[in-house]
């Protein structure tokens, strides 16, 4: 009998090195072509770019390029002079705003999708995609990773990381993770 | 004994006999009873009590057609589990609802005896006097249903969404061939049933089928693209093919109780069957009669037989096969067939097992009353009485398509042969096949549902395979039906009982409309028919039909009422799922929360789920004590406070400007690098929306700070100017507001503070003014130091990524031990800020004030020709110029005011002419204050006001909005 209802493996994942561009796409092309980068052709889609990072596109106007935290430097290096020249396109580090997580197993989708409304399977999210949907009511992005096993890398506000590490470790038939420091009344009444 | 367990038969498993209790009396059954199959084996047919009047009630239905519920007091207590469709527990004990001290002897049968006085609607008419209220108790525990149990239980819940191309419901033959022709395709199919087996009426019925129902499970089995749900029920329909189902005890988690799935369906085959009606007649609420379709259900699912002397009552074929199926287990049979004349093959068939046939016959009255012991009906040779110990009616079946009402896609349209409704709709979401359309043959079933497949299937662009279907022929089904709604009451007769779980009868029904309710719907809320347990699932259509002929009108004319989810009962705790503690809400943290907890502080939300520490209590202080030593410090010495939450977003680009002058009322286009400014934001309607500090960061970059409660409120309001109003300014805008952790340096040794934490950038007043900014380093860790304050002391708002957060406030509290710095919390915050006259959204920001309004005027930029909101404000003001104006109040005798408390004229009971925004025990003034708008308040100053609440009036003298500092000498010193 397995410890947890599901065999998921629920895994937080050190933090990443992360920048999000936005702007018009043209000069958001232009800049990212600039630092090195190739342009995902469709939003939704995770390419290759320099120092391993992996680039997801959202929308016509928003990117996020992810590496390991050891590029961080290299890939603000590169970045930073290029949107610098680029006047209706920015980029920010953002690597210290995601917590990063991973649900793999035959039984991921399974965890997942008690909290994420949108259709995860295979031939809606194909491996190499990425999604922005609601995960137990915040903003997460999934991605379905490159690998034999089925396997997501979640990203959400590193704010609500303890949040969402509850939900995952409940989902997956787990007991609740500690959350102290949670409220949710104010402990005083108003004396009238 | 009458009722017992025949000694084969049944799908039960009498391998794993299982013991319970039930009203104290010890029970055995079998793995797959149900507590009612198990109650009738051991001839237990007296089960409950009716709703008002504590009638004594046996069981009607097998399944969800069924009233009578039970109470599990353990394991696991829980109210109201339906007897006919849960499975027994080994060692469990039930009690039947609402009664004392059982269901046999019930002392609540005494409320038979003011049945003159418990008609419908009789809670406005009768027990008025002195007061409703007093009888109300007494009232409330008398009726209806079990009680929530003392003891916290949670079942294990999961809620989970769940897509797929086909969704059918119900896995009777329509659904099989359905789910069968849809998987077949390779398309993902969920085939939903709230039977632990598949089969539906198979089970009971169709055994020349048996073969053909094998093969559709084999079928099923064998596709890993159709997923099975037993156990399970679609409880709702809405809209776009959303679908909501309870799956109860999933076969692949066992230890959940419940999984609740939310379904987008591309498309829906409801094949969901019937349900057979009675005809009601005098005291046919009677234990021992009930559904014919359901005395044949626990023979054949379950082993039982429910009576030795049967009579059938019906007026159409299909309860021809109950009546033989009992022959043949070894029952007295007569049938009592309300049509003139029967078919000859189907006399034949009765003949042949020994069964006496009467037609033309109407029963008048049910004999017993803890049990029905014999019938009075009469024919053309007269009345006649008749023993029996179980009496199985059939009226005809109901076409069940409540889900395809629920959708609002379907009406409904009488059909005249089978004497019912069924839907009509021209969805191109769904379809419904079997007899939930009327169609009741095993085959014509089948192929209708292999059709449904087909079109859904068709309307994907999927080609569907031939599946097989059954192709016998089933002996008796109900194609025509023969009118027979209820029977009247006659002299000396009992009542005519039309909705047995709401306690409804035909006089009900006649009074509601003599008391003018004459729309079914009306008649509904009026009398209740249709709104107990059963939902009206046998009721509904004979309370109709009754209306109808109460006054003069068919059934299709009087209509249906609206059907609405659930379609079944539902557990609260099983839509809950996991949702419960700290998942009942989303909740967020700062990097710096573990360092607050260990601290003691009292955590809670203030803002946008953001859980921020309240104050932190030291040994005997409550929080007001805690509150008024950290705003001390503050004022007298240095606090720090977490204020990471507030909103930042990133701009660039080269109209930047223009958009910072179009959202705000402030001029923004000659601001400089490295200074900021602070202004409000107002919506198109003219009223403020937010307020903050914007900072330019250097040429072509800008950090916009919003209040935490309003941040992603200003982003969306940014994004859609950008992306709607203003889609060729070449602005970027990034959020990044968790990106950077803060520590927040406040009070007069501030700036000692900072000195100690060795920066390495000039931190005196002509290097670093109010409202300027500077990027560096200190303790080692790069920062941007933004010289703002909302306490109205010298503070330094210092921010630095988040991964340095932790270190950043080690270093904060190390350097500042020897100033005796203190941790502030947002109850010093909010003493802080009110004593400092600044303002909160959500207090004096409360959606109906303009900047004028606070006092803020000075803020719109002297060129400013234009900005978002100014002409709505401007049109709103001339409209009525009276406005409530922000002053500060001052309460006589040293009272505190709720915040919220409306100010009125003499503090009577009348219109506000204002309102207490905040009130808090200054520090600086050693008394309370307050923050209010009040009409007309500035030039009201010196006045005397006064606040309601409840019962007190409290004066307050009308004084400027601000209590310390009013030159701001010291946030800019």
Request: net charge neutral; charged share 20%; proline share 6%.
């Given at each position: 009998m397995t410890a947890t209802r599901y065999a998921a493996r629920v895994v937080a994942l050190p933090m990443c090195a992360l920048f999000e561009a936005r702007g018009a796409e043209q000069g958001l092309r232009a800049a990212l072509d600039a630092a090195g980068f190739a342009w995902p052709a469709h939003s939704g889609v995770i390419v290759d770019g320099l120092h391993g990072s992996a680039i997801l596109r959202f929308g016509p106007a928003r990117v996020l390029i992810r590496a390991d935290l050891s590029r961080e430097a290299a890939l603000a290096d590169r970045l930073e002079p290029a949107f610098a020249t680029v006047g209706d396109a920015d980029v920010a580090r953002v690597s210290d705003m995601y917590a990063v997580f991973q649900v793999a197993g035959s039984s991921a989708e399974d965890v997942l999708r008690q909290g994420a409304p949108l259709d995860l399977s295979a031939d809606r999210l194909p491996q190499g995609s990425v999604v922005a949907t609601e995960l137990w009511a915040i903003t997460a992005f999934i991605s379905r990773d490159r690998t034999a096993e089925a396997s997501f890398t979640l990203m959400v506000e590193r704010s609500y990381a303890g949040y969402v590490a509850d939900w995952l470790a409940v989902a997956n038939g787990g007991k609740p993770a500690a959350s102290p420091g949670v409220m949710t009344n104010p402990p005083r009444p108003l004396a009238v | 004994m009458t009722a017992m367990r025949l000694p084969n038969g049944g799908l039960v498993d009498r391998t794993q006999p299982l013991r319970f209790q039930f009203d104290g009396m010890e029970i055995t059954g079998f793995a797959g009873d149900t507590i009612a199959s198990a109650l009738l084996a051991n001839d237990i047919v007296l089960a409950g009590r009716s709703f008002k009047l504590h009638r004594p009630r046996g069981f009607v239905g097998a399944g969800y057609d069924d009233g009578i519920m039970v109470d599990r007091l353990s394991p696991r207590p829980a109210p109201n589990q339906l007897a006919a469709v849960t499975g027994i527990e080994p060692g469990a004990v039930y009690r039947s609802v609402s009664t004392w001290p059982s269901a046999r002897r019930d002392f609540g049968a005494v409320a038979g005896f003011f049945a003159p006085l418990l008609p419908a609607g009789f809670y406005y008419k009768t027990f008025m006097r002195p007061s409703w209220h007093l009888f109300e108790p007494l009232i409330r525990a008398a009726a209806g249903l079990g009680r929530v149990p003392v003891e916290t239980w949670q079942p294990t819940s999961e809620s989970r969404y769940g897509d797929c191309d086909v969704l059918v419901v119900g896995a009777g033959p329509a659904g099989l061939a359905a789910a069968s022709t849809a998987g077949a395709s390779g398309a993902r199919v969920m085939l939903v049933d709230d039977q632990p087996s598949p089969g539906g009426r198979l089970l009971h019925d169709g055994f020349a089928d048996q073969a053909w129902l094998a093969e559709m499970l084999a079928m099923l089995e064998a596709m890993p693209n159709v997923r099975r749900l037993p156990q399970s029920s679609v409880w709702a329909y809405h809209e776009h093919n959303l679908l909501t189902v309870i799956e109860r005890a999933p076969s692949d988690a066992r230890d959940l109780d419940f999984r609740t799935w939310k379904v987008r369906a591309r498309q829906v085959v409801i094949a969901a069957g019937a349900q057979e009606r009675p005809i009601p007649f005098p005291d046919s609420d009677r234990p021992g009669v009930m559904l014919a379709s359901a005395a044949r259900s626990y023979l054949h699912r379950h082993g039982v037989r429910v009576g030795a002397r049967a009579i059938v009552f019906t007026n159409?074929?299909?309860a021809y096969a109950t009546a033989l199926d009992l022959a043949q287990a070894g029952s007295a049979v007569t049938v009592l067939d309300a049509r003139p004349t029967v078919a000859p093959e189907v006399q034949a068939r009765a003949a042949d097992r020994g069964i006496r046939l009467r037609t033309g016959a109407q029963v008048v009255r049910a004999i017993g009353r803890a049990r029905v012991s014999a019938l009075e009906f009469e024919t053309a040779q007269g009345r006649e009485r008749l023993d029996c110990d179980l009496v199985a009616v059939s009226g005809g079946w109901n076409p069940a398509f409540h889900l395809a009402s629920q959708s609002r896609q379907a009406t409904s349209v009488w059909r005249p042969d089978i004497a019912t409704f069924v839907a009509r709709h021209a969805s191109e979401d769904f379809s419904i096949a079997g007899a939930a359309t009327g169609t009741f043959g095993t085959s014509d079933c089948a192929r209708e549902g292999a059709a449904a497949a087909a079109t859904a299937l068709g309307r994907l662009g999927i080609k569907s395979p031939a599946v097989p279907v059954p192709e016998s022929g089933d002996a008796f089904v109900a194609n025509e039906v023969h009118p027979l709604w209820f029977v009247p009451r006659s002299k000396g007769a009992g009542k005519v009982f039309v909705d047995l779980s709401g306690d409804v009868s035909t006089d009900d029904l006649g009074l509601a409309m003599r008391e003018g309710y004459d729309s079914i719907e009306l008649i509904k809320r009026y009398t209740t028919a249709g709104m107990g347990v059963d939902q009206g699932k046998t009721g509904n259509v004979n309370v109709i039909a009754v209306v109808g002929a109460l006054s003069g009108q068919p059934a299709d004319a009087v209509g249906t009422t609206t059907f609405r989810p659930p379609y079944v009962p539902v557990e609260f705790g099983a839509i809950a799922g996991a949702r419960s503690q700290a998942r009942l809400y989303p909740w967020r943290h700062t990097p710096l929360t573990g360092w607050h907890v260990e601290q003691g502080a009292v955590m809670y939300e203030a803002g946008l789920r953001w859980q921020r520490p309240g104050y932190y209590p030291q040994p005997g202080e409550d929080w007001s004590a805690a509150a008024q030593r950290e705003a001390r410090a503050v004022r007298e010495g240095v606090g720090v406070y977490d204020g990471t939450p507030l909103g930042k977003f990133q701009l660039k680009g080269p109209d930047v400007p223009r958009l910072l002058d179009l959202a705000y009322v402030g001029d923004f286009s000659k601001l400089k690098p490295r200074r900021g400014k602070y202004s409000v934001m107002m919506s198109d309607d003219g009223l403020i929306l937010d307020d903050g500090v914007t900072f330019r960061l250097d040429e072509h970059r800008w950090l916009l700070h919003s209040s935490t409660g309003a941040a992603d409120r200003v982003h969306g309001h940014l994004e859609q100017l950008l992306q709607v109003h203003r889609p060729d300014w070449r602005v970027s805008l990034i959020p990044v507001t968790t990106q950077w952790a803060n520590a927040t340096l406040c009070g007069p040794l501030a700036r000692d503070v900072l000195a100690a934490l060795n920066p390495d950038f000039d931190i005196s007043n002509k290097a670093l003014p109010f409202m300027g900014m500077v990027e560096g380093h200190v303790a080692g860790l790069p920062v941007r130091v933004f010289r703002v304050s909302w306490t109205g002391e010298l503070s330094f708002e210092l921010n630095t990524p988040a991964r340095h957060g932790p270190a950043l406030w080690q270093a904060v509290m190390q350097a500042g031990a020897r100033f005796a710095i203190t941790p502030v919390g947002s109850e010093a915050n909010h003493i802080l800020r009110v004593e400092a006259g600044y303002l909160s959204t959500g207090h004096e920001v409360d959606g109906t004030a303009d900047v004028h309004d606070l006092g803020l005027s000075g803020l719109i930029g002297p060129a400013k020709t234009d900005f978002l909101g100014k002409r709505s404000m401007e049109i709103r003001r001339r409209a009525d110029p009276s406005r409530f104006e922000l002053v500060g109040l001052l309460p006589e005798q040293g009272q505190m005011v709720p915040e919220g408390a409306p100010i009125t004229p003499g503090g009577d009971r009348i219109d506000q002419e204002g309102f207490v925004s905040a009130c808090v025990m200054s520090v600086a003034q050693q008394r309370p204050v307050a923050l209010g708008l009040l009409r007309?308040?500035?030039?009201?100053?010196?006045e005397t006001v006064r606040a309601r609440v409840r019962d007190r009036i409290i004066a307050m003298q009308v004084v400027e909005p601000v209590f310390h500092d009013a030159s701001r000498s010291r946030v800019k010193s």
């Amino acid at each position: 009998m397995t410890a947890t209802r599901y065999a998921a493996r629920v895994v937080a994942l050190p933090m990443c090195a992360l920048f999000e561009a936005r702007g018009a796409e043209q000069g958001l092309r232009a800049a990212l072509d600039a630092a090195g980068f190739a342009w995902p052709a469709h939003s939704g889609v995770i390419v290759d770019g320099l120092h391993g990072s992996a680039i997801l596109r959202f929308g016509p106007a928003r990117v996020l390029i992810r590496a390991d935290l050891s590029r961080e430097a290299a890939l603000a290096d590169r970045l930073e002079p290029a949107f610098a020249t680029v006047g209706d396109a920015d980029v920010a580090r953002v690597s210290d705003m995601y917590a990063v997580f991973q649900v793999a197993g035959s039984s991921a989708e399974d965890v997942l999708r008690q909290g994420a409304p949108l259709d995860l399977s295979a031939d809606r999210l194909p491996q190499g995609s990425v999604v922005a949907t609601e995960l137990w009511a915040i903003t997460a992005f999934i991605s379905r990773d490159r690998t034999a096993e089925a396997s997501f890398t979640l990203m959400v506000e590193r704010s609500y990381a303890g949040y969402v590490a509850d939900w995952l470790a409940v989902a997956n038939g787990g007991k609740p993770a500690a959350s102290p420091g949670v409220m949710t009344n104010p402990p005083r009444p108003l004396a009238v | 004994m009458t009722a017992m367990r025949l000694p084969n038969g049944g799908l039960v498993d009498r391998t794993q006999p299982l013991r319970f209790q039930f009203d104290g009396m010890e029970i055995t059954g079998f793995a797959g009873d149900t507590i009612a199959s198990a109650l009738l084996a051991n001839d237990i047919v007296l089960a409950g009590r009716s709703f008002k009047l504590h009638r004594p009630r046996g069981f009607v239905g097998a399944g969800y057609d069924d009233g009578i519920m039970v109470d599990r007091l353990s394991p696991r207590p829980a109210p109201n589990q339906l007897a006919a469709v849960t499975g027994i527990e080994p060692g469990a004990v039930y009690r039947s609802v609402s009664t004392w001290p059982s269901a046999r002897r019930d002392f609540g049968a005494v409320a038979g005896f003011f049945a003159p006085l418990l008609p419908a609607g009789f809670y406005y008419k009768t027990f008025m006097r002195p007061s409703w209220h007093l009888f109300e108790p007494l009232i409330r525990a008398a009726a209806g249903l079990g009680r929530v149990p003392v003891e916290t239980w949670q079942p294990t819940s999961e809620s989970r969404y769940g897509d797929c191309d086909v969704l059918v419901v119900g896995a009777g033959p329509a659904g099989l061939a359905a789910a069968s022709t849809a998987g077949a395709s390779g398309a993902r199919v969920m085939l939903v049933d709230d039977q632990p087996s598949p089969g539906g009426r198979l089970l009971h019925d169709g055994f020349a089928d048996q073969a053909w129902l094998a093969e559709m499970l084999a079928m099923l089995e064998a596709m890993p693209n159709v997923r099975r749900l037993p156990q399970s029920s679609v409880w709702a329909y809405h809209e776009h093919n959303l679908l909501t189902v309870i799956e109860r005890a999933p076969s692949d988690a066992r230890d959940l109780d419940f999984r609740t799935w939310k379904v987008r369906a591309r498309q829906v085959v409801i094949a969901a069957g019937a349900q057979e009606r009675p005809i009601p007649f005098p005291d046919s609420d009677r234990p021992g009669v009930m559904l014919a379709s359901a005395a044949r259900s626990y023979l054949h699912r379950h082993g039982v037989r429910v009576g030795a002397r049967a009579i059938v009552f019906t007026n159409n074929d299909s309860a021809y096969a109950t009546a033989l199926d009992l022959a043949q287990a070894g029952s007295a049979v007569t049938v009592l067939d309300a049509r003139p004349t029967v078919a000859p093959e189907v006399q034949a068939r009765a003949a042949d097992r020994g069964i006496r046939l009467r037609t033309g016959a109407q029963v008048v009255r049910a004999i017993g009353r803890a049990r029905v012991s014999a019938l009075e009906f009469e024919t053309a040779q007269g009345r006649e009485r008749l023993d029996c110990d179980l009496v199985a009616v059939s009226g005809g079946w109901n076409p069940a398509f409540h889900l395809a009402s629920q959708s609002r896609q379907a009406t409904s349209v009488w059909r005249p042969d089978i004497a019912t409704f069924v839907a009509r709709h021209a969805s191109e979401d769904f379809s419904i096949a079997g007899a939930a359309t009327g169609t009741f043959g095993t085959s014509d079933c089948a192929r209708e549902g292999a059709a449904a497949a087909a079109t859904a299937l068709g309307r994907l662009g999927i080609k569907s395979p031939a599946v097989p279907v059954p192709e016998s022929g089933d002996a008796f089904v109900a194609n025509e039906v023969h009118p027979l709604w209820f029977v009247p009451r006659s002299k000396g007769a009992g009542k005519v009982f039309v909705d047995l779980s709401g306690d409804v009868s035909t006089d009900d029904l006649g009074l509601a409309m003599r008391e003018g309710y004459d729309s079914i719907e009306l008649i509904k809320r009026y009398t209740t028919a249709g709104m107990g347990v059963d939902q009206g699932k046998t009721g509904n259509v004979n309370v109709i039909a009754v209306v109808g002929a109460l006054s003069g009108q068919p059934a299709d004319a009087v209509g249906t009422t609206t059907f609405r989810p659930p379609y079944v009962p539902v557990e609260f705790g099983a839509i809950a799922g996991a949702r419960s503690q700290a998942r009942l809400y989303p909740w967020r943290h700062t990097p710096l929360t573990g360092w607050h907890v260990e601290q003691g502080a009292v955590m809670y939300e203030a803002g946008l789920r953001w859980q921020r520490p309240g104050y932190y209590p030291q040994p005997g202080e409550d929080w007001s004590a805690a509150a008024q030593r950290e705003a001390r410090a503050v004022r007298e010495g240095v606090g720090v406070y977490d204020g990471t939450p507030l909103g930042k977003f990133q701009l660039k680009g080269p109209d930047v400007p223009r958009l910072l002058d179009l959202a705000y009322v402030g001029d923004f286009s000659k601001l400089k690098p490295r200074r900021g400014k602070y202004s409000v934001m107002m919506s198109d309607d003219g009223l403020i929306l937010d307020d903050g500090v914007t900072f330019r960061l250097d040429e072509h970059r800008w950090l916009l700070h919003s209040s935490t409660g309003a941040a992603d409120r200003v982003h969306g309001h940014l994004e859609q100017l950008l992306q709607v109003h203003r889609p060729d300014w070449r602005v970027s805008l990034i959020p990044v507001t968790t990106q950077w952790a803060n520590a927040t340096l406040c009070g007069p040794l501030a700036r000692d503070v900072l000195a100690a934490l060795n920066p390495d950038f000039d931190i005196s007043n002509k290097a670093l003014p109010f409202m300027g900014m500077v990027e560096g380093h200190v303790a080692g860790l790069p920062v941007r130091v933004f010289r703002v304050s909302w306490t109205g002391e010298l503070s330094f708002e210092l921010n630095t990524p988040a991964r340095h957060g932790p270190a950043l406030w080690q270093a904060v509290m190390q350097a500042g031990a020897r100033f005796a710095i203190t941790p502030v919390g947002s109850e010093a915050n909010h003493i802080l800020r009110v004593e400092a006259g600044y303002l909160s959204t959500g207090h004096e920001v409360d959606g109906t004030a303009d900047v004028h309004d606070l006092g803020l005027s000075g803020l719109i930029g002297p060129a400013k020709t234009d900005f978002l909101g100014k002409r709505s404000m401007e049109i709103r003001r001339r409209a009525d110029p009276s406005r409530f104006e922000l002053v500060g109040l001052l309460p006589e005798q040293g009272q505190m005011v709720p915040e919220g408390a409306p100010i009125t004229p003499g503090g009577d009971r009348i219109d506000q002419e204002g309102f207490v925004s905040a009130c808090v025990m200054s520090v600086a003034q050693q008394r309370p204050v307050a923050l209010g708008l009040l009409r007309e308040g500035r030039r009201r100053m010196g006045e005397t006001v006064r606040a309601r609440v409840r019962d007190r009036i409290i004066a307050m003298q009308v004084v400027e909005p601000v209590f310390h500092d009013a030159s701001r000498s010291r946030v800019k010193s």
